[in-house]
């Protein structure tokens, strides 16, 4: 139960600011994941809310109270490290009840609070044993379980799956997400891995080099990238991006030119697309298909079979990858030239310079939102 | 002593196992054999042998075997007992000042201040102070009574001096000798929390342990393994202890200072009895390999427990 509110928050190390003013308001019960690329400053920004890192600028409210000089252990956040970190000499049970130690809190109390942490997290056969004859999936929620037991206000996550095997990590996911429901609290994730991000959040804060990108649920991101970052990095295969200048507008509809002949009428219009501007079109794999005849050419150069669908990778002839996803039986071969079509009102525009241009008209994504 | 008798079984055991692959391993083993026999073996066997033997070299003539009449000699001589008592001082004391203060050095040079690296280097370099100069320093600089550092910072205290190797004789032993191992203590400990999970520090932070209790709690256990180390390490070093003592006390007044291996030095090169010399050499060998087994114990111990 709690509300986490940052404010201008920076991170200024010696000669390097991590951390560039971040804005953002956390509800009660809310699962807010912070994903980015490496480097981004995400962790940083993580320990900065858990106390473990100095903040340089701006503000951080707990419950609206001003929380920068509060020490960590007593801002109420309990946090799951990347490496676990358990205290290797202890038994699981002790591991889980150090907190509850430290506070001095009665040993009967301890053992109830850790028994029932342990029920949660099906690790009652495993109380007297020590981390190190422990799977990592069983550490993880030993880690999961020394944060239950305090009881806190909001949990941080920093990329806690990141050391486990890819079924472990599905299995953990759906398990956080129930463990979620169950406690009822509030949590804050990192994540550098997009599926975890969209599959867990009810929110997703896109980071990059210590600034916001971006912030909203799963498919508002999805569909409605701000920018050309935050529509990369959302989404695999990735969004295709093509070059394009604006060939006309006009009212409730935009003509693009693809350079190459081709061209691509999008619904809906925005004042500000003179003829001749450029712009990039960013075009989800998923929204194109295979057709006799239609606005993008290329040859087949890579062809990848998930079973339930298919990615086909094609050579433009201005040498740009554009990537199908398709769950049809298309029989395009290795090398074959082949024209696609797409489903324009699905399309994203930007400008040159990667911010998203809104084109007036109905959106999909806020049906589905 | 008793590394080179486990050794030996050990290396057999697997030229047995490695005949499966039709591998002649006797060549490889030979050199390293051979080495141990000649190394540990033969003069082994050669003390074995002296001390029963009547063997002085003031007296060559009156040569020839006695049994174990120079052993009987020793046993019965009060100076073994405070020997070994001196020996069990020295290297309990300095075993006890290295660990409490190689752990808390440690600890202090492990966190981040301005010049760390010079007092790191600092810290470790009377490890390289070759054992005889390190005394020397100690009795004609810090400790003399006259001239020495420590007088006359007692002195403008209005304290008096104090004549250390009189009256404090085993205890300047020890703080001179303590004074060499605290480095070598420091160095283990230092790489050892360098290697300490920094999050787990975190952990215990987040957990609400202040600085004792994550001292306490999480410090100490992961040092555990690295102080029975140096435990071990010293121990068999400081059991020979010898150029402090000589020079120093020369094993004075009386005998305050004479420790087993300084017993031994007195009887080899002061009194020329090679056979008494031998026979203490090898009660100080079976004493070395009790103290070994307890140590070995006490490792494993913690070996285990992780
Ligand atoms: N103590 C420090 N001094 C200077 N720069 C630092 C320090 N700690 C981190 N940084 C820098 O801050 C930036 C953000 O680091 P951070 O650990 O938050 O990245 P991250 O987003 O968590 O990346 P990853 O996904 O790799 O964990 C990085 O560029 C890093 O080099
Ligand atoms: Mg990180």
Known sequence: ???????????????????????????????????????????????????????????????????????????????????????????????????????????????????????????????????????????????????????????????????????????????????????????????????????????????????????????????????????????????????????????????????????????????????????????????????????????????????????????????????????????????????LTVRTERASLFTADGKAIGLRRDNPARAVA | MSQATTAAPGAAARGRAGRGRKVNTFPLLAPSVAALLVWMIVPLVLTLWYSLQRYNLLYPERRGFVGLQNYVYILSDSTLQTAILNTIVLTGAVLLLSVVFGTLLAVLLNQEFWGQNLARVLVIAPFFVMPPVAALIWKTMMMNPIQGVIAWVTQSLGLGAISWFQNWPMLSIIIIVAWQWIPFATLILLTAMQSLDHEQMEAARMDGAGAISRFRYVVIPHLSRPITIVIMMETIFLLSVFAEILVTTSGGPGHATTTLTYLIYIRALLSFNIGGASAAGVIAIVLANIVAVFLMRIVAGTLERR
């Open chain 1, 1 to 339: 139960m709690a509300t986490l509110t940052l404010n201008g928050v920076r991170k200024k190390y010696e000669r390097f600011d991590a951390i560039k003013g971040v804005d953002l308001a956390v509800t009660d019960r809310e699962f807010v994941v912070f994903v980015g690329p490496s480097g981004c400053g995400k962790s940083t920004l993580l320990r900065m809310i858990a106390g473990l890192e100095e903040i340089t600028g701006g503000d951080l409210l707990i419950d609206g109270v001003r929380a920068n000089d509060i020490p960590p252990d007593r801002r109420g956040l309990a946090m799951v490290f990347q490496s676990y970190a358990l205290y290797p000499h202890m038994t699981v049970a002790e591991n889980m009840g150090f907190a509850l130690r430290m506070a001095g809190v009665a040993k009967a109390e301890i053992a109830t609070k850790v028994g029932e942490a342990a029920r949660i997290l099906q690790l009652e056969k495993l109380l007297d044993r020590r981390p190190g004859k422990l799977s990592g999936g069983q550490r993880q929620r030993v880690a999961i379980g020394r944060a239950i037991v305090r009881n806190p206000k909001a949990f941080l996550f920093d990329e806690p799956l990141s050391n486990l095997d890819a079924a472990l990590r599905v299995q953990m996911r759906i398990e956080l997400a129930r463990l979620h429901q169950e406690l009822n609290a509030t949590m804050i994730y990192v994540t550098h891995d997009q599926v975890e991000a969209m599959t867990m959040a009810d929110r997703i804060v896109v980071l990059n080099a210590g600034k916001l990108e971006q912030v909203g649920s799963p498919l508002e991101l999805y569909h409605n990238p701000a920018n050309i970052f935050v529509a990369g990095f959302i989404g695999a295969p990735k969004m295709n991006l093509v070059d394009a200048k604006v060939a006309a507008a006009s009212a409730g509809e935009t003509r693009l030119d693809l350079g190459d002949g081709g061209g691509v009428v999008l619904p809906g219009a925005e004042a500000g697309l003179a003829p001749g501007s450029p712009v990039v079109l960013g075009l989800r794999p998923e929204t194109l298909s295979f057709a006799a005849t239609g606005p993008f050419r290329g040859i087949v150069r890579v062809i990848e079979h998930l079973g339930g669908e298919s990615l086909y990778y094609l050579e433009r002839a201005g040498g740009d990858t554009m990537v199908v996803k398709t769950g049809e039986a298309v029989f395009a071969r290795l090398g074959e030239s082949v024209s």
